[in-house]
RNA sequence: GGCCCCGUCGUCCAGCCUGGCCCAGGACGCGACCCUUUCAAGGUCGAGACACGGGUUCGAAUCCCGUCGGGGUCACCA
């Protein structure tokens, strides 16, 4: 295969926030697809929105693509740090050799900084020019407000608005007059594109063949007042240059489609008329269907919101004492700004963090941060969202789909005929199902190294805690809360008891009363069979592995069964009903703590 | 509202292109039972869908048309 037909992909992410759920299950699809047919993937910052954009996003959108072990071969150069689980820790750089694509323009373009669209304004400028001299693209006056009545207006008389082209701009005329106006500098201004008359007909690698009649693109804005190109216009002129013959994006952008095709002609009838560049191919368009939330509406920030809201209302409803004010005083957040969150009149995402916090909810995980936090693992989350939209329609030899695995299978097997087309809820139970069983299929090793990475990033006095226990309890405890485990925050619940001080240990009176007090059917009381065991453990030099046996003789030798007095214990030791087996929780707290804690229950009973 | 996309169990996905092997298969969830020192985990079994209406055909989940329903998009955001 020559260079010039290498299959090169990318994802080109907006550095505004997060990356979205829906965002790296397109980088997925987009790397996978590299890699099946031997090609380029590559990462494009698409920051052309001064106002959303930060460098800081832009790095945590990089850091979660490597976490989620999706890593690029062309685009910015990123550190893999220490908690990337997915591709073992620190020490690498990625995108550290990727192709050169603008150093031509500049030495400010070379390597990665190429690859934010910020820093290639002089690119598409050159290009803009060249439109606006061909009488294929022209400057416009108008203002926000003029625009905005004009919208209005449209609407009230319920009919689509579409930008009316001004009688002096005349398709292949270059119009010297607003051009030297524009260039005067007084006026802000934007570039609009002539779009002429044409049909378009996308042929899409997911839907189809997708008619677009002439007349439905209206003129459309390709660079900002402030200079900065927009959205369509970048993605065109930098899909060319870059190479990127496949591209693979959600289908909100099927829409955008035509005029990318309109501006590709635009731009090629320019290289044939000898004007500027060569001509512009059309690279081949896979749209994917959209991931919805469970209620059916497009997965977006917005739930965190709704979420929250609905959360603080239910808060509202039951303690009618509670009012936004004080819930905001609680919180410590601005009263007017929970007031309006709580009126729908904002989504404020920091008030939704707050009242969350406040009211002990947890909100639904949108971003790949989110599900960071909860203690998702990369695979998990990959190969789920693979599943949404994707499936590779084969059998396992006992006649069930093949649904479970990881990224190196989906480099191997992942193709473009087998994407869907129908929308997909986002099912958090099943991705819940899919982490518990990756992580109960670790051994304990690996589990710890796994929880002990978590803890270190989300939860660092847990961690810091857990640095004083020794190497062999640590892999008991691991052993005792691995299948117990959805995600990693759950281990935070099942280990709270060992944890716990043995003077701070709480019981729960209902336990007592069951377990302890409440005489069975052969009247014989808890609180008994306890102290009898108690003075097993105190003769026992140490509890070791053997103690399962121990309890066992001890319960033979008093005519019960194990149950009998593996819950008095159980109680005695966690202060309620339920902990890990009674023999692994009783090595790990160890012999001092274990006789400490029964003696406490013993002084309530 | 205009334009565009979609419609198989509650949810995700297989089957649809190349009609019969489909009174529709798998997974998650749900129910029951088994295992069991609690909670989990695990095992077995079960309930559960081709949106509707017309065609075409010997035969339709699969092809065609219509209806209804859902969604996306209509920015100097991407």
Redesign the pocket.
């Known amino acids: 295969m020559s260079a010039s037909d290498q299959v090169v992909t990318r994802f ?1 992410p ?1 550095p ?1 926030g997060h990356l979205h759920i829906g965002g790296a299950r397109t980088a997925l699809f987009c790397w996978a697809y590299a890699r099946k047919r031997g090609g380029r993937f590559m990462i494009r910052i ?1 920051d ?2 001064q106002a ?1 954009s930060s460098d800081e996003s832009a790095r945590g959108i990089l850091d979660d693509l490597a976490w989620l072990g999706i890593e690029w071969d062309d685009g910015p150069s990123h550190a893999v740090t220490a908690s990337d689980v997915a591709a073992g820790g620190g020490g690498r750089v990625i995108g550290a050799s990727c192709r050169d694509v603008g150093s031509a323009w500049g030495p400010e373009l070379a390597g990665g900084a190429g690859y934010f669209q910020a820093r290639r304004l002089k690119i598409y400028n050159a290009y803009i020019e060249h439109l606006v001299r061909a009488g294929r693209a022209y400057p416009a006056f ?3 407000a003029e ?1 905005d009545a004009l ?1 209005k207006a449209a609407t009230a008389a ?1 009919q ?2 579409k ?1 009316p082209r001004p009688a002096d701009v005349v398709p292949g005329v270059f119009n010297e007059t607003r051009w030297e106006r524009a260039l005067a500098g007084a006026e ?1 201004h ?1 570039i609009r594109f002539v779009v002429d008359g044409e049909d378009v007909v996308v042929r899409d690698e997911v ?2 063949e ?4 002439a007349g ?1 693109v209206d003129d ?2 390709i660079r ?3 200079g ?1 190109p ?3 216009f970048a993605v065109v002129i930098d899909d060319e240059l870059m190479g990127v013959t496949h591209v693979l994006r959600a ?6 489609t035509p005029r990318h095709v309109a501006l590709q002609r635009a731009l090629t009838r320019l290289a044939q008329d000898g004007r500027a560049g060569t001509p512009f191919r059309t690279p081949v368009y896979a749209h994917m ?2 991931i ?1 939330n469970p209620d ?3 997965m977006s920030k917005r739930d965190k919101a709704k979420s929250a809201r609905k959360a603080a209302k239910e808060a509202i409803a039951k303690d009618p004492s509670l009012t936004p004010a004080t819930l905001a005083g609680r919180a410590g957040l601005d009263a007017g700004l929970v007031a309006g969150f709580l009126a729908s009149e904002n989504d404020s995402l920091e008030v939704a963090a707050g009242l969350a916090r406040l009211l002990g909810v947890s909100l639904p995980e949108i971003d790949v941060w989110d599900f960071r936090k909860s203690g998702y693992l990369p695979e998990a989350i990959t190969n789920f969202i693979a ?3 994707w ?1 590779p ?1 084969m059998k396992e030899s006992d ?3 093949v ?1 479970k695995f990881d990224t190196a299978f989906l480099a191997q097997h992942f193709d473009l005929s ?1 994407i ?6 986002f ?1 958090r ?2 991705l819940l ?1 899919f982490n ?2 990756l992580l ?1 299929s670790l051994s304990d090793e690996r589990f710890l190294a796994a929880w002990s990475a978590w803890l270190a990033a989300f939860e660092p006095a847990v961690h810091a805690r857990l640095a004083s226990v020794g190497r062999a309890e640590l892999l008991l405890l691991a052993a005792a809360i691995k ?2 485990c959805k995600v990693l925050r759950d281990s935070l619940g099942h280990i709270a008891m060992f944890l716990c001080a043995d003077a701070d240990l709480a019981y729960d009176r209902k336990a007592i009363e069951k377990f302890l007090l409440k005489a069975g059917e052969d009247g014989q009381r808890g609180v008994d069979h306890l102290r009898a065991v108690r003075e097993v453990i105190a003769g026992l030099g140490a509890i070791d592995s053997g103690i ?1 046996g121990e309890l066992e003789r001890a319960a033979a030798g008093r005519g019960v ?3 009998a007095i ?2 008095p214990l ?1 109680v005695a030791v966690s202060g309620g ?7 692994l929780t009783l090595r790990i707290l160890g012999k001092a703590s274990t006789l400490a804690r029964i003696d406490r229950c013993l002084g309530q009973c």
């Open positions: 080109a907006s505004t698409e052309t929105d959303r108008e203002t926000a625009l919208r319920k689509t608005f930008y802000p934007v839907l189809g997708v008619k677009f009649a439905e459309f804005v900002k007042a402030d900065f927009t959205y369509h289908q909100e952008h099927l829409n955008n269907p959209l919805f059916g509406a497009k599943l949404l939209g499936s329609g006649g069930r789909d649904e087998r869907g087309r129908t929308n997909a809820r099912d139970v099943k199902s518990a069983d109960q299948q117990r399962g069964a194990m149950g593996a819950q159980r009903g339920v902990s890990p087996p009674i023999d």
